[in-house]
């Protein structure tokens, strides 16, 4: 589903009620959070509006959704060290670099869906491809470490030395760039960033053997 659901002109409108009963004008009956996240799974997109006010509440219906899924046994995707450092960033002047980050990461695993279950087919007895699963992950972490560099020239960079000898004579620093130069740059360097991780996943679709 796009982050910006409201535009697809094509997804199912579900309006919430008062009473929290949630109501699909599509099928014209009412529905449940369960039938929203089978809907989900089935690729169905859905916005949902609030039937009094007309707001846009389908953030926070999917966050419920996550929720309760979570609260189901065995269905537990969210680990706990994720959910302290994603509430850290609640603030953060990074705030905003966040979003896009999970987001391009979900894509480029769901476009591999196939490449990891064939990892875990591969699987022999007691083995487990920890291997593969930890160089993909170690590529998020590198993908995440270069847009943390990308933000570098906006903050200032730290002393590469960092330990004691003798310092090179104070300079003036130079000027900081405007904020909307400053802001079309680093937009610039996400979007490069997002075209390296699509043609990534070309090359990898193309280098799988077909059947």
């Not at 894509?107 to 022999?124: E, K, L, V």
């Not at 992950?137 to 570098?152: D, P, S, V």
């Not at 130079?174 to 740059?185: G, L």
Request: proline residues 7%; hydrophobic residues 30%.
């Amino acid at each position: 589903m796009s982050e910006d659901s409201g535009s697809a002109t094509s997804a199912i409108t579900i309006k919430k009620y008062a009473n929290r009963r949630l109501y699909n004008t599509a099928t014209s009956s009412y529905v449940t959070l369960d039938h929203l996240c089978q809907m989900v799974k089935d690729g169905q997109d859905f916005v949902v509006y609030d039937a009094k006010t007309g707001e846009d509440i389908t953030r926070t219906v999917l966050t419920q959704i996550i929720v309760e899924e979570e609260q189901k046994s065995g269905h537990n995707l969210l680990p706990i060290g994720f959910l302290r450092q994603l509430i850290s960033f609640y603030g953060n002047n990074l705030q905003w670099l966040v979003p896009r980050y999970l987001d391009a990461s979900m894509q480029t695993f769901t476009s591999n869906q196939d490449q990891f279950r064939g990892y875990m087919q591969g699987a022999f007895g007691n083995l487990f491809p920890f291997g593969r699963l930890e160089e993909l992950g170690k590529q998020n972490l590198a993908m995440f470490e270069r847009a943390m560099q990308m933000w570098t020239p906006f903050t200032g960079r730290p002393d590469e030395q960092g330990g004691a000898g003798t310092s090179p004579p104070p300079t003036s620093p130079p000027p900081p760039p405007p904020a909307n130069e400053s802001m079309r740059e680093l937009e610039a360097r996400l979007d490069a960033l997002q075209n390296q991780l699509n043609a990534l996943t070309r090359r990898d679709d193309k280098d799988k053997p077909s059947d």
